[in-house]
């Protein structure tokens, strides 16, 4: 842990070298999420609703992926970087290192500009909060927490399925960026927006909406069934499949450099 | 003129051989633009009648947009530029008796052309055939043309814009956070992310005269046939004075940073 801890401090003072770079890129990614909120705000300007969604209710919707997005992205963005390190041939290094790879990979790798994401989420989190018309208790509390968390690591598992793709071909995969750059993008919307057979893929594929819109119903009245409150814990379940993945991945490596 | 055109061809050429890449981008273009059509359709099933632009036209436009997608990206991997500023390999164009502007400019150009040969038509074809409702739809003779002079205009637009941004390359080391400011400024104001006639009025009003929207949305408003014919003509105009606007800036910056860079290393 202290090992890991280290590599962590390593990694922060490096990227703080650059304190301007650092401070651009992060106000970039601020200003991205910027344009992202307003188009919603621009939308609302006409339309009271979507899906039966109030503005609160749908910026909740935006705040809670956009901060789930970015602190998976921190972690698992990084990744990108894996079919680099596995053409340098330096993964090799690597595995002989006594110590986990994915950590081993990540920690170097985080990314933490991403904090100009996570400021604009926890600023959209906050205006929404109590424009969402949500009669808030504990448990719905728990569960706002839950989705976040639970989001933060369905991200990073998306970004591990798009690197370890990297084992088994050379050419980055732009269709997963759908699932990934474009949930950021979609997650606006309760998904339900998208209609059933959306809800369905991103139910039971990959299972987006048991953190966004199942929580949603349950936080909003609408269902108070103990499923949707379960659902983001539910998608925990994604982890594994992405694990033994990256496993059969890893099995099937074969060094590529010197 | 010539040489740019043959240094045009062959970077074209060039950018045609990775097709395993064309596949997946195409398959992701689809998946994005049926995601926001989905989007756009919640919004009219809710509040149909409040927006100026109408769901069939929506629906053009995104397919448009995403058959064209990289045609309009100002941001993108235009490497070999990027290398020459940062390696210093820029001293050996600066040998070449071209202008490093104008070849830059049709490199850039290329760039954004070839990917988008592979993509559009496989993604307009699937975009036909859908389901009706959302299924693009090809508008008269006379829209079709101005659309392609615009798109020609639009994507010089988005080439002038990009060599500035190259250009503020020289004096700085850290290219990313300015890459992704120009980025989503770029996409948003555009139209990139929600069209522009979804903006409220007084908005709109600014944002029509800003060069952004000379990139993207006016090609795919004529297309999608939400302006006048006349309109069409106006934004086409527009679209040439900030062209002649940003090549000028292009130029005379560039001529200015030519003359005092060092280039360090051998």
């Known amino acids: 842990m202290k090992f890991y801890l280290r590599l962590f401090t390593i990694n922060l003072k490096s990227q703080m070298q650059y304190k301007m770079s650092f401070w651009m890129t992060s106000l970039g990614q601020f200003v991205t999420a910027f344009t992202s909120f307003f188009s919603i705000q621009f939308i609302f300007m006409q339309v009271d609703a979507v899906d039966q969604f109030t503005y609160g209710q749908v910026l909740l919707c935006f705040s809670v992926i956009m901060m789930a997005f970015s602190i998976g992205e921190a972690l698992g963005g990084g990744l990108a970087s894996f079919s680099y390190i596995v053409n340098s041939g330096n993964f090799d290094r690597m595995l002989i290192r006594p110590r986990n790879i994915i950590m081993q990979i990540i920690i170097p790798h985080m990314d933490l500009t991403r904090i100009g994401l996570l400021v604009q989420g926890i600023i959209v989190i906050c205006l929404a909060i109590p424009l969402s018309g949500i009669s808030w208790n504990i448990g719905k509390a728990i569960l706002l927490i839950a989705m976040i968390i639970c989001g933060t690591i369905l991200f990073f598992c998306l970004f591990l399925i798009k690197a370890t793709v990297s084992f088994f071909t050379i050419e980055s995969l732009d269709f997963l960026n759908i699932f990934t750059y474009g949930a950021r993008q979609f997650g606006r919307y309760p998904l339900s927006a998208y209609g059933p057979k959306v809800l369905w893929l991103l139910t039971f594929c990959v299972p987006l909406a048991l953190i966004q819109y199942y929580p949603l119903l349950y936080l909003t009245d609408r269902g108070s069934s103990l499923w949707y409150f379960c659902a983001p814990f539910l998608s925990l379940i994604f982890a594994f499949p992405c694990y033994l993945f990256f496993r059969i991945g890893l099995r099937s490596y074969k060094s590529a450099g010197s | ?266």
Request: charged fraction near 10%.
């Open chain 2, 1 to 266: 003129m010539k040489v740019y055109f043959s240094l045009l061809r062959i970077r074209v050429i060039n950018g045609l051989q990775y097709r395993a890449v064309a596949i997946g981008s195409i398959l992701s273009r689809f998946a994005w633009g049926l995601m926001e059509i989905l989007a756009f359709y919640a919004l009219h099933r809710t509040n149909g009648t409040k927006f100026v632009m109408t769901f069939s036209e929506t629906v053009s436009y995104i397919w448009m947009q995403q058959a064209l997608f990289i045609l309009f990206q100002v941001v993108y991997s235009d490497r070999e530029i990027v290398t020459a500023i940062n390696d210093g390999s820029i001293a050996y164009e600066l040998v070449r008796p071209i202008k490093l502007y104008n070849s830059w400019f049709v490199q850039c150009m290329a760039n954004r052309i070839s990917p988008t040969l592979l993509n559009c038509m496989p993604v307009l074809i699937i975009a036909a055939f859908v389901v009706p409702k959302y299924r693009i739809h090809f508008p008269p003779f006379l829209n079709l043309m101005l659309f392609l002079i615009s798109t020609i205009l639009a994507l010089a637009v988005v080439v002038a814009l990009a060599l500035l941004m190259h250009i503020s390359m020289f004096y700085t080391t850290s290219p990313r956070g300015i890459r992704i400011i120009v980025t989503a400024m770029t996409t948003f104001f555009s139209g990139g992310i929600i069209p522009l006639p979804y903006f409220p009025e007084p908005v709109l009003k600014i944002v029509e005269i800003l060069p952004f929207a000379s990139m993207q949305s006016t090609p795919l408003l004529i297309y999608s046939g939400l302006v006048t014919n006349m309109e069409a003509v106006q934004g086409i105009g527009l679209q040439c004075i900030w062209l002649l606007i940003l090549i000028a800036t292009g130029m005379f910056l560039m001529n200015r940073t030519l003359s005092r860079v060092v280039v360090q290393g051998g």
